[in-house]
């Protein structure tokens, strides 16, 4: 059965220099390109660590690169598997992060205090799903359009639920498989040391690491991530492990880096 893609899906993809045929499925495309993707993000670091151009132009090249590519943060229908899926650590994430932060704090300004990369994707080594957690700091919740409209610009959807008090959430795209997700705190709160302390034990702790992600395998090998039912007990199912790591860390003194001061992105 041929496939049949949006033209303004083929008008990006062209641009891109890629054209698939009918025959062509938009799962192996969304792979091609985010593969180049983060390959033109890994070239421009080189670039920069050659010093080809300035650290100041290369922050710019990089928020040009991510709208260009803005197409892998979109699902047409049938481009993705709905499969929850564990895969080997990609030395990009880093950038890709990089990338997202950067467009963030462009919308944002000075309301995102501190924005951080945690979560599997921001531990070194660490298998994951292919999902970018980013945390930002603020300097209040509320009112919470405040963040989130400028947030929606970029594509993210805001999730309400009871967290809304202490971690609004979003993520990207609008549908399931997600390559973006966005969880806002207060700067120097009880939330933003919890998630830092976990991640900043992790990558001290490469024991309880690979401990974390055996737990993730087999539970992504229980819970297809098909409905918001199976990707909720996926997360229930870490609870144990991850309110167990942040109470030893808390007590050891995590986090590393000080409430006040992001590791990740200054501006």
């Known amino acids: 059965m041929p496939f049949s893609y ?19 499925r938009p799962e192996l495309v969304h792979e091609f390109v985010s593969d180049l993707y983060r390959y033109e993000l890994r070239r ?22 991510r709208r260009r590519y803005q197409i892998i943060s979109t699902k047409p229908a049938g481009w993705l598997s709905r499969g929850l899926e564990i895969v080997a650590y990609d030395p990009a994430w880093p950038s890709v992060f990089e990338a997202e932060a950067l467009a963030i704090r462009e919308a944002l300004g000075p309301l995102a205090l501190r924005i951080d990369h945690h979560g599997s994707t921001s531990i070194p080594g660490l298998a994951a799903k292919p999902v ?14 405040e ?37 806002v705190v207060e700067l120097g709160g009880a939330e933003e ?10 990558r001290e702790h490469r024991d309880e690491a690979r401990e974390y992600q055996r737990l993730k395998e087999a539970l992504a ?26 109470a030893l860390a808390l007590r050891d003194g995590y986090p590393r880096t000080h ?3 992001s590791d990740d992105t200054r501006r």
């Open 193 to 202: 040391s919890k998630t830092l302390a976990f991640r900043d034990y992790l």
């Open 44 to 65: 421009l670091r080189d670039r920069l660590l050659q010093h080809e151009f300035p650290k100041t132009e290369y922050y710019g090249r990089v928020l040009e690169l």
């Open 221 to 246: 090998r229980r819970f297809s991530a098909g409905t918001t039912a199976d990707r909720e007990a996926y997360a229930q199912g870490k609870s144990g492990f991850v309110e167990r790591i942040v």
């Open 259 to 261: 409430p006040a001061e």
């Open 132 to 145: 970018v957690d980013i945390q930002i700091s603020v300097g209040a919740l509320q009112p919470l359009p």
């Open 6 to 24: 949006r033209p303004d899906v083929l008008a990006v993809l062209w641009s891109l220099g890629v054209q698939p045929t009918g025959s062509t």
């Open 147 to 183: 963040y989130g409209d400028p947030l929606s610009k970029l594509g993210y959807i805001h999730v309400p639920h009871p967290d809304d008090s202490c971690c609004p959430f979003f993520h990207r795209p609008a549908s399931w498989p997600h390559t973006h997700h966005v969880h």
